[in-house]
């Protein structure tokens, strides 16, 4: 057997036989088989039975009643039941669609990666099949933040919530994974250092039936990310609420001596912005400094972001004080809460950026990097 396809499935019913017919189509040069891993309570196990008795192809039912691990669980039930390492793994709603499957194989084929997704961000890829604005934007916001949060795992990633891939079941360590939501590649990427290529890919509607999206699925998401990846958000989270508290104390502080407002929350803006970088330098980014631009590279970077944000923060507060008839301390402290998750996203991806292999310095980069060895030259200037 070369190829095993996984398809996790809850409810799919009237999905299941243009599912299997595209399939077979797509990988008919093959030796594969599919291999439903199906957490139904409709029809679905019924037809994948009655599917598979006229298949051209090995079509196999594992029907669970627990659901333990959700779609990410039954990912790895279907890798330990394959036939064949090298496995695919595809949604059962058609829309991913089977024709890229061989896409993904020669490519796999090549020998230079560990694994191979296909992305509705990489070049030509679209993400069409979302229902409307609201989902393409909480979408592209939460592979903004969950990029954030691998830096370097996910620094060549475009789509690291697809659930359309390909990997070697032997480079999964299934006693170490614990999947405990949807997005299953996360799960794997986020565990070790994979070489990863993309394909792009339109991701069209759903062929029939209703979408499994939910707040309860929002839910399970944040969760996910929150235990992959706690510890390094976290810390930018404490050292951004000791700022926000300093910025609000020196805000207290300042209107308590008659300083105008604003020229208070620009005096603990400046302040913390500085102290912020000190410390997220020493306790938060410490293990991706090697692999970033030089110390006075990514200050500037920081500095420029941070000021900019100011800028746009500090009317918003006035805003608030003057038409909204917020306090200053409330206005100040409502608007950092807003301004975290940006600041955490852009130093994730922007500040702290791994560099790239034989990436030639821009003549600022090579301007600033000369002056910063200067500085860090023992002697007189």
Same mark, same amino acid.
Not at 206 to 225: D, I, N, P, V, Y
Not at 235 to 254: H, K
């Given at each position: 057997?070369?190829?095993?396809?996984?398809?996790?499935?809850?409810?799919?019913?009237?999905?299941?036989?243009?599912?299997?017919?595209?399939?077979?189509?797509?990988?008919?040069?093959?030796?594969?088989?599919?291999?439903?891993?199906?957490?139904?309570?409709?029809?679905?196990?019924?037809?994948?039975?009655? %599917?598979?008795?006229?298949?051209?192809?090995?079509?196999?039912?594992?029907?669970?009643?627990?659901?333990?691990?959700?779609?990410?669980?039954?990912?790895?039930?279907?890798?330990?039941?394959?036939?064949?390492?090298?496995?695919?793994?595809?949604?059962?709603?058609?829309?991913?669609?089977?024709?890229?499957?061989?896409?993904?194989?020669?490519?796999?084929?090549?020998?230079?990666?560990?694994?191979?997704?296909?992305?509705?961000?990489?070049?030509?890829?679209?993400?069409?099949?979302?229902?409307?604005?609201?989902?393409?934007?909480?979408?592209?916001?939460?592979?903004?933040?969950?990029?954030?949060?691998?830096?370097?795992?996910?620094?060549?990633?475009?789509?690291?919530?697809?659930?359309?891939?390909?990997?070697?079941?032997?480079?999964?360590?299934?006693?170490?994974?614990?999947?405990?939501?949807?997005?299953?590649?996360?799960?794997?990427?986020?565990?070790?250092?994979?070489?990863?290529?993309?394909?792009?890919?339109?991701?069209?509607?759903?062929?029939?039936?209703?979408?499994?999206?939910?707040?309860?699925?929002?839910?399970?998401?944040?969760?996910?990310?929150?235990?992959?990846?706690?510890?390094?958000?976290?810390?930018?989270?404490?050292?951004?609420?000791?700022?926000?508290?300093?910025? %609000?104390?020196?805000?207290?502080?300042?209107?308590?001596?008659?300083?105008?407002?604003?020229?208070?929350?620009?005096?603990?803006?400046?302040?913390?912005?500085?102290?912020?970088?000190?410390?997220?330098?020493?306790?938060?980014?410490?293990?991706?400094?090697?692999?970033?631009?030089?110390?006075?590279?990514?200050? %500037?970077?920081?500095?420029?972001?941070?000021?900019?944000?100011?800028?746009?923060?500090?009317?918003?507060?006035?805003?608030?004080?003057?038409?909204?008839?917020?306090?200053?301390?409330?206005?100040?402290?409502?608007?950092?809460?807003?301004?975290? %998750?940006?600041?955490?996203?852009?130093?994730?991806?922007?500040?702290?950026?791994?560099?790239?292999?034989?990436?030639?310095?821009?003549?600022?980069?090579?301007?600033?990097?000369?002056?910063?060895?200067?500085?860090?030259?023992?002697?007189?200037?």
């Amino acid at each position: 057997m070369q190829l095993s396809i996984i398809v996790p499935t809850f409810n799919e019913a009237p999905n299941i036989a243009e599912l299997v017919r595209r399939v077979t189509a797509s990988v008919s040069s093959l030796d594969a088989e599919i291999v439903f891993v199906d957490d139904s309570t409709d029809a679905t196990p019924g037809v994948i039975r009655e %599917v598979a008795k006229t298949a051209t192809m090995p079509v196999r039912l594992i029907h669970r009643e627990t659901r333990e691990g959700g779609l990410g669980g039954a990912v790895i039930e279907g890798f330990v039941a394959a036939e064949a390492d090298l496995c695919v793994v595809i949604d059962g709603d058609l829309q991913h669609p089977p024709e890229k499957i061989i896409e993904l194989w020669e490519r796999f084929a090549q020998g230079d990666v560990d694994i191979v997704t296909a992305s509705r961000y990489a070049g030509g890829g679209t993400a069409n099949g979302l229902a409307d604005r609201t989902r393409v934007l909480v979408s592209k916001a939460s592979t903004a933040v969950t990029k954030a949060m691998f830096p370097v795992k996910l620094h060549d990633v475009t789509d690291p919530m697809t659930g359309f891939f390909m990997i070697d079941r032997r480079s999964v360590d299934s006693a170490i994974l614990k999947p405990r939501g949807f997005k299953i590649l996360l799960e794997i990427l986020a565990r070790r250092n994979f070489r990863v290529a993309e394909i792009p890919f339109d991701f069209a509607g759903r062929h029939a039936g209703e979408s499994k999206a939910s707040m309860r699925q929002g839910l399970h998401f944040l969760t996910q990310l929150t235990a992959l990846r706690f510890g390094k958000m976290s810390l930018f989270a404490v050292i951004g609420a000791l700022g926000a508290v300093a910025n %609000v104390a020196i805000v207290w502080a300042l209107t308590g001596l008659d300083v105008d407002y604003i020229w208070a929350a620009i005096i603990a803006a400046e302040a913390t912005i500085l102290g912020n970088f000190v410390l997220q330098e020493r306790f938060v980014f410490h293990d991706m400094r090697d692999q970033a631009s030089s110390m006075w590279m990514r200050f %500037v970077k920081s500095f420029t972001f941070n000021n900019a944000e100011a800028l746009i923060r500090i009317p918003i507060i006035a805003l608030m004080v003057e038409s909204g008839h917020f306090s200053a301390v409330i206005a100040t402290a409502i608007t950092l809460v807003f301004a975290f %998750v940006l600041r955490f996203v852009f130093h994730s991806l922007v500040v702290y950026a791994p560099k790239k292999p034989g990436e030639a310095p821009s003549r600022a980069r090579q301007l600033a990097e000369e002056i910063d060895e200067q500085l860090m030259t023992p002697g007189e200037l």
